[in-house]
């Protein structure tokens, strides 16, 4: 059966991260990168990005080492966007404390004609005009999810409403979907937001694991409990990856395969957590993830 490619656009970044246990400088992730890394353990992954000229070439070549097809990278003349994040000492929250869009400013991305018939599609977190215009050169996907953040939100509200009209699924986390709704109540927000556009929403919940909320009513995941909480930087993009990585690969978005993406969504987001940037997400394989998600389940089903 041939293999349901997935397409991901977001930030490929440098982040500085002043975290409880130690401050990072110059760390590569960004979206795409934390999304990529996470879905390719299920499916081939077509990414599109902009970096500057000071951006690593190694880091652009393990994503192809992971079946990443980077044709959709752009080396752009200037520097990577960077992102400088602070987190509070139990890691619950964090402050953004500067972005600097620098490369992203002037990207006008230009999908190469093989990424064009992407059945699946994540926007992952970035400008939604950049989100608007991959979608536009897309054919047909059959299931488009996407991701925003509170800089979008509070930037580019009425460009983030078109997007939303777009979507199959919006994946945000809890501060995010009260931000976007204007309710603090998760069920009520989750109800506004879903008239909103988006046919599902899935709200990510750090430590509390994430819920789901369709037509079919709503849906817990656990997260999985770690001992080692390092650096949350892009467990919600790895999240959202995993999971579209599991819809693409079952080529299904039905009630039981979605239930089944979230729990490896969930596991995959957890290994994020484990190490600094993609250093612990990067070393995984399907074996480890496998063995952690069965762990998962036995934490929330009562057996008989
Ligand atoms: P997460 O922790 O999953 O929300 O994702 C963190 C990643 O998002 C970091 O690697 C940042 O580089 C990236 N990021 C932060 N702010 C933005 C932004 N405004 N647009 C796109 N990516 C961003």
Same mark, same amino acid.
């Given at each position: ?74 080396? !752009?003349?200037?520097? #990577? ?8 000492? @139990?890691?619950?929250?964090? #402050?953004?404390?500067? #972005? ?40 047909? =996907? ?5 991701? #925003? ?64 909320? @369709? $037509? ?5 995941? =656990? !997260? ?27 080529? $299904? ?48 089903? =009562?057996?008989?």
């Amino acid at each position: 059966m041939a293999q349901n490619h997935l397409l991901i656009v977001g930030s490929m970044a440098f982040d500085d991260l002043d975290l409880p246990t130690v401050e990072a400088r110059d760390v590569v992730g960004g979206s795409a990168t934390y999304a990529s890394i996470a879905a390719s353990h299920f499916v081939p992954v077509r990414a599109v990005a902009v970096v500057g000229g000071d951006f690593p070439q190694a880091a652009i070549d393990d994503l192809g080492k992971r079946g990443v097809d980077c044709a959709g990278i752009e080396r !752009a003349e200037g520097k #990577t966007f960077r992102w400088w994040g602070r987190y509070a000492k @139990d890691l619950c929250s964090r #402050t953004t404390l500067d #972005t600097q869009l620098n490369v992203f400013a002037d990207f006008k991305p230009k999908l190469p004609d093989s990424f064009k018939k992407s059945p699946y599609v994540l926007l992952g977190n970035i400008h939604p005009a950049l989100q608007l215009d991959v979608l536009s050169q897309i054919d047909k =996907p059959r299931l488009v999810a996407a991701d #925003t953040m509170n800089f979008w939100i509070e930037g580019e509200r009425k460009l983030l409403g078109q997007v939303l009209e777009k979507l199959d699924l919006l994946v945000v986390n809890d501060e995010e979907l009260r931000q976007l709704a204007g309710i603090h109540n998760l069920k009520r927000a989750a109800r506004a937001v879903l008239s909103m556009g988006p046919k599902r929403l899935v709200v990510k919940r750090g430590e509390f694991g994430a819920l789901l909320f @369709d $037509s079919d009513g709503s849906f817990f995941v =656990p !997260a999985y409990p770690l001992e080692d909480e390092i650096d949350p930087t892009g467990a919600g993009d790895s999240f959202a990856g995993a999971l579209l990585g599991v819809l693409a690969q079952s080529d $299904s978005a039905d009630r039981a395969t979605f239930r089944r993406a979230l729990h490896a969504a969930s596991t995959v987001a957890s290994f994020c957590v484990e190490g600094v940037g993609t250093k612990r997400l990067g070393g995984i394989d399907s074996g480890s993830i496998q063995k952690r998600q069965a762990e998962l389940r036995t934490l929330v089903h =009562p057996g008989d």
